[in-house]
């Protein structure tokens, strides 16, 4: 069965600081990724998703993920945080046909 | 932009009583979730559901829940006897097909306090 480990509970940066928040996967065949967003209080926002083809997605909001099979990674970036980007985030890995699974997630705190 | 709607957005309930949580799903979509998230922790997989039956669930899935397509549209989650460990947000998902191809579509979640 497919899992997720995101090894980071809380990362705090400064507004405007580059970000990084790292996402490992565990799947026996290629994987399906997603990074999800969850403002306090709101449901769950799809950032970005990698099913195939190029290895660094775009999604909305200024990120990017890069897929790396060989670390089993899918790291999700923003060069310029802004202050509305406080909230949590969830990696998930999904199969065809198979569920999708979360991450723990990490708790990004952005400093004026 | 079609939504996932679920309903109520907050509901307290006694310890013991049964609560019913609703989610009218994207339409055109046949394949149904919901997930769990206790505060402070992860999103849990519960159940997949499509045809009118579980396609999947997992271990937290246990005899206390059940769920249901009573109708064309809603799509409902029942807990039986409510506990504490219930209290949780609890997320709807619909999905065209199987599986994570698409990345579901997720409502904004029915928060559950059991007293």
């Known amino acids: 069965a497919q899992s997720v480990t995101q090894p980071d509970i809380h990362i705090t940066v400064s507004e405007g600081a580059s970000l990084e928040l790292r996402c490992n996967y565990s799947?026996?065949?290629?994987?399906?990724l997603f990074w999800y967003v969850q403002s306090p209080g709101q449901g769950l926002q799809l950032l970005l998703k990698?099913?195939?083809?190029?290895?660094l997605v775009q999604g909305i909001k200024g990120f990017e993920a890069e897929f790396k099979r060989s670390q089993s990674s899918f790291n999700l970036r923003k060069p310029s945080v802004h202050w509305s980007d406080a909230a949590e985030y969830f990696c998930a890995v999904g199969a065809r046909n198979n569920d999708m699974r979360f991450g723990a997630g990490t708790r990004l705190t952005v400093k004026p | 932009e079609p939504e996932v709607t679920q309903t109520p957005s907050h509901q307290v309930t006694q310890m013991g009583q049964e609560v019913i949580l609703r989610c009218v799903p994207i339409s055109n979509h046949l394949y149904f979730y919901w997930y769990r998230q206790i505060l402070g922790q992860k999103v849990e997989f519960l159940v997949s559901?499509?045809?009118?039956?579980?396609?999947?669930k997992s271990e937290i899935f246990d005899d206390q829940f059940s769920v249901e397509r009573p109708d064309g549209s809603n799509f409902t989650l029942k807990i039986r006897s409510t506990k504490l460990e219930d209290s949780a947000m609890y997320f709807c998902?619909?999905?065209?097909?199987?599986?994570?191809?698409?990345?579901?579509?997720f409502g904004s979640g029915t928060r559950l306090t059991v007293v």
């Open positions: 998902a619909s999905n065209p097909r199987p599986g994570a191809n698409y990345g579901y579509t």
């Open positions: 559901f499509y045809n009118n039956e579980i396609s999947e």
């Open positions: 799947y026996g065949a290629t994987p399906y």
């Open positions: 990698y099913f195939s083809g190029d290895t």
